[in-house]
């Protein structure tokens, strides 16, 4: 059974730091997507992860996949305020896009 | 218009009632899908359908049932509602071709069970 652990959970963090989510999995997969949901609102796709050694870069953001370790990050870079939501990682179960979500990051960026 | 359109947006029902979630879609996609989202525990899927007579149980199908009424519209039902299904609901699309195509969301159903 394929499961997904996000770390951390939460993260209050100020405005200008780095920092990094992590995703962990537990079973062999190459597909992995990262969203975005504001308060009260649905899921925005924000990148999507199809290789070993994949990285994609939107902005603040970066997300990588290294499927031999089974773990994606994603690294935000000089927070703003706009960046505060949950984030949350995918994974696509034997690739026949049943996707298995990790718990969600809540992320505060405080000024 | 949104490309994903989910009714009702919020409903608050009694234990026992049948409940029917609808969902709607203009994206010409052919997979879909139903997850609820609690606290905490992230997004599962409830059931997917790939097309109009393909439908698939998904990780907790037990208590709902859907229905597949044409390639645009995936319906999802309660048939005896209980407080536990008390979550955020989400219908997903998604193409059927394309490795790298994310699943699109509608704006969800929140549902209350008392």
């Known amino acids: 059974e394929l499961k997904v652990e996000q770390n951390p959970l939460f993260l209050s963090m100020q405005e200008g730091k780095n920092y990094t989510i992590y995703c962990n999995y537990s079973?062999?997969?190459?597909?992995l997507y990262w969203y975005r949901q504001d308060p009260g609102k649905s899921l925005e796709s924000l990148f999507v992860?199809?290789?070993?050694?994949a990285v994609k870069q939107e902005g603040r953001l970066m997300a990588s996949l290294d499927t031999k370790a089974r773990l994606s990050t994603l690294h935000i870079t000089a927070a703003v305020h706009d960046l505060s939501a949950t984030y949350f990682c995918a994974v696509d179960h034997l690739g026949a896009q049943k996707l298995v979500f990790g718990q969600g990051t809540r992320l505060t960026i405080n000024p | 218009d949104a490309d994903v359109t989910q009714t009702p947006r919020n409903r608050i029902t009694k234990t026992g009632k049948r409940i029917m979630l609808e969902c709607s879609q203009t994206?010409?996609?052919?997979?879909m899908y139903w997850y609820r989202q609690d606290p905490g525990l992230g997004l599962r899927l409830i059931y997917y359908s790939f097309d109009v007579k393909d439908i698939n149980k998904g990780e907790i199908s037990d208590g709902y049932s859907v229905s597949r009424q044409a390639q645009a519209k995936f319906s999802l039902s309660l048939e005896s509602a209980i407080p536990n299904q008390t979550a955020l609901y989400f219908c997903a699309t998604r193409a059927n071709r394309g490795g790298n195509q994310p699943q699109h969301f509608g704006d969800g159903t929140r549902l209350s069970i008392l």
């Open positions: 079973t062999t997969s190459d597909r």
């Open positions: 994206k010409g996609h052919d997979r």
């Open positions: 992860l199809l290789s070993n050694g």
